[in-house]
């Protein structure tokens, strides 16, 4: 249950709200070519809205550091809000000073007012006490609802919330409520699938759900870091060489885990390997799983079994079929699925068809969620290219809660705090 108040716990009427949103979205020549994280704050905007509150929306765009960047300019993301919500806004060319506040001061009731990228302010992400006194003057109330940010301390998730009462936004409770539901109380079996590059970047993640799901599915470039640890040659596949004690360090947990209780932990058993990820080159499935040395233990006191079928020259691009079986059989039998990583390269330049030579282990474990096999299990996916892929491939319907934060979710699923939720006002 969300311990924190929200738009629906305080008195909005006639009031002026800053609202922080997160239109962090992707444009191409100055066009929006995913709207997601835009549309997904309209649920709050309307709510607002029938309470004719005067709205000041603030958000980020890129990483601009501190510096007017116009090719970062919220102007686009204005126009499409405009025609989301079938209504007139106005949009101002600051985010603070003077004609920010005479803008402000001349909304009425029931209007809207876009600030430009707060990060164009270096005061943003230093958590600037004055650059959070200069957003919060001429306004009553600030809602956060940006979610993919709340778990940095910057001005407008942090300093901002020592001078205005501070709730939550329905899109925000809507996140933190789903996802530590899912990590506290989830209907089992309860399956994890972590792709990515860095162990490093998840390890925290990792070892929760070694501690509570049923089943750990590990894939994408991080997996070759594991099948590395496990004795097996890679070739030129991407590992972190220094990550490899670390991933020992993994695997022997999950076989401690295994041996209290019925819990599985899987590798990729084949791959699809190439010689580059360029779209015209052969590539083929190799099997190496009666390569791998299931004993850890045992690694490296003596030497590996001449592991893999991998030439030098090669990498692995995507998990293989028996892989991908696997991965979407265990989804089967699973009530609940957390995914966060795709399981090879989903994005190649150039490449325009929707299923890539190296996504298709991706593509079958989103066939196995979307329940093409017979059984859907709750599925809560995050991460920027997961759910990138999704809405590719115009997917996003079939998942039961696509996150909207990267970050945000991977640090509330391993049960850190988030500064930018712990700071509202509680219930």
């Known amino acids: 249950m969300f311990s924190k108040k929200t738009i629906r716990d305080i008195d909005l009427n006639n009031k002026t709200v800053l609202l922080r949103t997160d239109y962090n979205v992707p444009l191409v020549d100055g066009q929006i070519t995913d709207d997601f994280r835009i549309k997904k704050t309209l649920d709050t905007i309307n709510y607002l809205l029938s309470k004719d509150a005067r709205i000041v929306i603030c958000s980020h765009l890129g990483r601009p550091e501190g510096k007017v960047d116009n090719s970062l300019s919220l102007f686009p993301i204005a126009k499409h809000l405009k025609t989301l919500l079938h209504k007139e ?53 600030f809602v956060q609802d940006a979610f993919a940010v709340v778990h940095r301390k910057h001005a407008s998730t942090s300093a901002i919330t020592q001078l205005l009462p501070s709730v939550a936004g329905l899109l925000l409770e809507k996140e933190v409520d789903i996802i530590s539901g899912a990590m506290q109380d ?49 070739g030129l596949s991407l590992i972190s060489q220094e990550e490899i004690p670390l991933a020992r360090d993994i695997i022997r947990k999950c076989d401690t885990e295994r041996k209290k209780r019925n819990f599985i932990f899987s590798l990729p058993f084949d791959g699809v390997v190439s010689n580059d990820m360029k779209i015209n080159l052969p590539t083929r499935i190799v099997d190496w799983s009666t390569n791998i040395i299931a004993d850890i233990e045992y690694y ?120 930018g939720v712990s700071d509202l006002l509680d219930k």
Request: overall charge negative; proline content about 5%; charged content about 20%.
């Open 186 to 234: 989830p209907e089992r079996p309860l399956t994890a699938i972590v792709g990515g590059a860095k162990i490093v970047d998840k390890i925290d993640i990792l070892e929760r759900f070694i501690a509570i799901a049923d089943v750990l599915i590990v894939g994408g470039a991080m997996a070759n870091t594991f099948l590395r640890a496990s004795g097996i040659e890679v």
């Open 300 to 419: 490296p006191k003596r030497p590996p079994k001449l592991a893999s079928q991998i030439k030098k020259n090669e990498q692995i691009l995507d998990i293989g079929p028996f892989s991908g079986s696997f991965g979407a059989g265990i989804i089967q039998l699973s009530k609940t699925v957390i995914w966060n990583g795709t399981m090879g390269v989903t994005e190649i330049e150039g490449y325009h068809h929707q299923i890539g030579p190296f996504a298709h282990g991706t593509d079958l474990i989103i066939q196995a969620i979307l329940g093409d096999f017979g059984h859907k299990p709750f599925s809560i996916v995050g991460g920027g290219d997961t759910v990138g892929y999704i809405e590719n491939r115009h997917l996003e319907e079939g998942i039961d809660h696509l996150s909207t934060g990267g970050g945000a979710s991977l640090e509330l699923m391993s049960g850190h705090s988030l500064p």
């Open 89 to 141: 806004l106005e949009f101002v060319t600051d985010c603070v000073g003077e004609k920010v506040q005479k803008a402000k001061s001349n909304l009425k009731p029931g209007e809207i007012l876009l600030l430009e990228n707060l990060r164009f302010n270096p005061g943003e992400e230093a958590n600037s006490a004055e650059f959070a006194k200069e957003l919060a003057q001429g306004v009553d109330v």
